[in-house]
């Protein structure tokens, strides 16, 4: 069995996909069936709504390889769109892709219906071209089986061919997950190491500072919109993507005496150094470094479960790395973009597409300024003059779809939201 084939599998085995299948032939009192590219067989046998001429024909060798080629012609038609064909017996079959990523794995395929009410010189020229295939065939089943077949308009077939697209964009995505959860995988030992740790330290949260110094981390990743598995499945070529953006960035941090410890992930690399307190470079981030009253207020208070808070020293000297941290990303940034085939943009933002989907090399130092720059825009909403796009622009988001999904995360509600908060009048 091969990946895709079990990848198939497992979708047929789910639960998503079982009820689904259920709901689909109630209501529209036909089979269904999710089946690899190269399946050699009748795909709705044993099926609920299975047609009874189906499968009648399904059983007699001769029928049945009319059946199966009728399948290799759904195949072809079906590989990047949907395709509705009339079988050798003038029945109507839809199918459409499921796709990996830009891979077609698999079809979800239905049908086994008219969209005419066959005439009756039709039935017996179909009875007679069974007979042929199935010597000894009762032609009074064939007939019956044959009548009874369903009938519905072509409008409405093509509506339930509609259904099964946009449920393959839901197998899609059901797709990337299975194969990013087999990826990531882990041995049960680290699990239980997992499981020990959680319940036997009090400390979940590390910042990027502690007692003694500022950790600095430039977290460098390749990004696949489209297909979040491709990374995991293509090892060699998302790294090579980034050889030149990782170059540029040793090159310019080693311009300035840094050479950090160089960490290779599943999907990327993380450049990482720090900056002891109480040395000048420390007093000089925290020299520049602004922190708005808001963020004061949040620095001033306990932390669970040490009881600590963070000092005005440090809150300005991670706002000042913040600064930094955005120069360097920018630089790597500028540097680095006319060398490499793919976009790179600061964090993960959407691109467009190509051929292996929406890919980009995201430089991302969101764990730094992203606080800093919502407290700014938390400030500028109070003006009710200025609009949201332009807030998102000025406080240094590139789309407002981000801006919106950090702003939703730190602060816990839309930026809408908040603005109409601010202008309630006050209770009397």
């Known amino acids: 069995m091969n990946n895709n084939t079990a990848l198939l599998s497992t979708l047929t085995e789910s639960e998503m996909y079982r009820e689904y299948e259920r709901a689909f032939s109630a209501a529209t009192g036909l089979p269904l069936a999710l089946r690899p590219r190269d399946a050699w067989q009748a795909p709705f046998r044993g099926k609920a709504k299975e047609n009874s001429f189906c499968a009648m024909m399904a059983k007699k060798s ?7 080629c009728m399948q290799e012609r759904m195949g ?68 019956e ?22 449920f393959a964009g839901h197998l899609a995505i059901k797709s990337n997950q299975v194969v990013l959860a087999r990826a990531n995988a882990e041995p049960v030992a680290v699990v239980r190491a997992k499981a020990f740790i959680r319940e036997n330290l009090q400390e979940d949260n590390r910042s990027l500072w502690d007692r003694e110094s500022l950790i600095c981390h430039l977290d460098l990743e390749y990004v ?17 993507l980034q050889e030149p953006v990782v170059d540029t960035a040793e090159k310019l941090l080693a311009s300035y005496g ?27 981030l925290a020299a520049f470094g602004h922190v708005s009253p808001s963020l004061k207020r949040l620095y001033a208070t306990e932390l669970a479960p040490t009881g600590e808070h963070v000092t005005p020293g440090l809150g300005a000297a991670f706002a000042g790395l913040g600064m930094v941290m955005e120069f360097v990303a920018h630089g790597v940034k500028s540097r680095a973009a006319p060398r490499c085939e793919v976009p790179v943009e600061l964090g993960a933002i959407e691109t467009g597409g190509g051929p292996q989907g929406r890919e980009m090399i995201s430089v991302d ?64």
């Not at 001769?62 to 199966?68: G, K, Q």
């Not at 072809?76 to 949907?82: L, R, T, V």
């Not at 039709?122 to 064939?142: D, N, S, T």
């Open 258 to 284: 840094i050479h950090p410890l160089k960490l290779m992930t599943g999907r990327g690399y993380h450049l990482v150094w720090r900056i002891g307190r109480g040395s000048k470079a420390f007093d000089d």
């Open 224 to 240: 696949n919109f489209d297909n979040p598995a491709y990374p995991f499945l293509n090892e060699e070529r998302i790294f090579a």
């Open 76 to 143: 072809e038609a079906a590989e990047n769109q949907a395709a509705v064909l009339k079988c050798h017996f003038g029945m109507m079959e839809a199918a459409v892709p499921v796709k990996l990523g830009s891979e077609t794995i698999g079809y979800l395929s239905t049908g086994q219906v008219f969209t005419q009410m066959p005439t009756g010189r039709q039935v017996e020229k179909v009875v007679k071209a069974v007979r042929k295939l199935v010597p000894g065939v009762a032609p009074k089943a064939v007939r």
């Open 365 to 428: 130092i969101t764990e730094y300024v992203s606080r800093l720059r919502i407290e700014r825009a938390r400030e500028r909403l109070a003006n009710p003059n200025v609009r949201i796009s332009e807030i998102a622009c000025e406080v240094g988001f590139q789309s407002l779809t981000h801006f919106n999904r950090v702003f939703r995360k730190i602060v816990g509600e839309a930026p809408t939201t908040f603005r109409e908060k601010l202008s309630l009048p006050l209770a009397a």
């Open 145 to 166: 089986a044959y009548r009874n077949t369903r009938v519905m308009p072509r409008m409405q077939f093509l509506a339930i061919t509609r259904l099964l697209q946009i």
């Open 62 to 68: 001769a029928s049945c390889a009319a059946c199966l």
